[in-house]
T-cell receptor
Framework: SQQGEEDPQALSIQEGENATMNCSYKTSINNLQWYRQNSGRGLVHLIL?????REKHSGRLRVTLDTSKKSSSLLITASRAADTASYFC??????????FGTGTRLKVLA | AAGVIQSPRHLIKEKRETATLKCYPI?????VYWYQQGPGQDPQFLISFYEKMQSDKGSIPDRFSAQQFSDYHSELNMSSLELGDSALYFCASSLGQGVDTQYFGPGTRLTVL
């Protein structure tokens, strides 16, 4: 079974709106990372948040982590058409591997 | 800044053939990870290496093997290829023992005919 489950699986919004994606996981983690993937291309690292952190910002991105609920959220503010991509969370339950969730497909309409 | 390099970027093979994928991590990164991503699927962890030793193993078929060399580059060897092996294969690297950011390469798209 998947360690990380993203919610929603697909999201369609208008340019300028905010997009929120959620990730839930099952086991304890060392850290959680969010990645973006454009169709059929490489994974681009967005943010890493450690298990002792609750919130992190990077530009238009805001990530929260709630270890008590085993969940994380990624907020993209003022979305742009170029933000259209799939977004994955990856959890580091162990030292050497990360387990990816199923991803949220975001479509930003111009 | 230097990124993770993977070669080849595209590879077409016939069933039952062998393929070798190469990964060159970011300079000074000592940990390499391999992932497989099937069409429309999320990346699945295959195997990882730290300081040239296998550090963790995921859903890697017995037909696949991998190693990390003294210069920290890694190779994924895939034998007796099957149609279901067609996927994007990503390599990622990080510095230190797995608590740091993984940086992904562009991937190798393997097509098995």
């Amino acid at each position: 079974s998947q360690q990380g489950e993203e919610d929603p699986q697909a999201l369609s919004i208008q340019e300028g709106e905010n997009a929120t994606m959620n990730c839930s996981y099952k086991t304890s983690i060392n850290n959680l990372q969010w990645y973006r993937q454009n169709s059929g291309r490489g994974l681009v690292h967005l943010i890493l948040i450690r298990s002792n952190e609750r919130e992190k910002h990077s530009g238009r991105l805001r990530v929260t982590l709630d270890t008590s609920k085993k969940s994380s959220s990624l907020l993209i503010t003022a979305s742009r058409a170029a933000d259209t991509a799939s977004y994955f969370c990856a959890t580091g339950p162990g030292t050497y591997k990360y387990i990816f969730g199923t991803g949220t497909r975001l479509k930003v309409l111009a | 800044a230097a990124g993770v390099i993977q070669s080849p970027r595209h590879l077409i093979k016939e069933k039952r053939e062998t393929a070798t994928l190469k990964c060159y991590p970011i300079p000074r990164h000592d940990t390499v990870y391999w992932y497989q991503q099937g069409p429309g699927q999320d990346p699945q962890f295959l195997i990882s290496f730290y300081e040239k030793m296998q550090s963790d193993k995921g859903s890697i078929p017995d037909r696949f093997s991998a190693q990390q060399f003294s210069d920290y580059h890694s190779e994924l060897n895939m034998s007796s290829l099957e149609l279901g092996d067609s996927a994007l294969y990503f390599c990622a690297s990080s510095l230190g023992q797995g608590v740091d950011t993984q940086y992904f390469g562009p991937g190798t798209r393997l097509t098995v005919l």
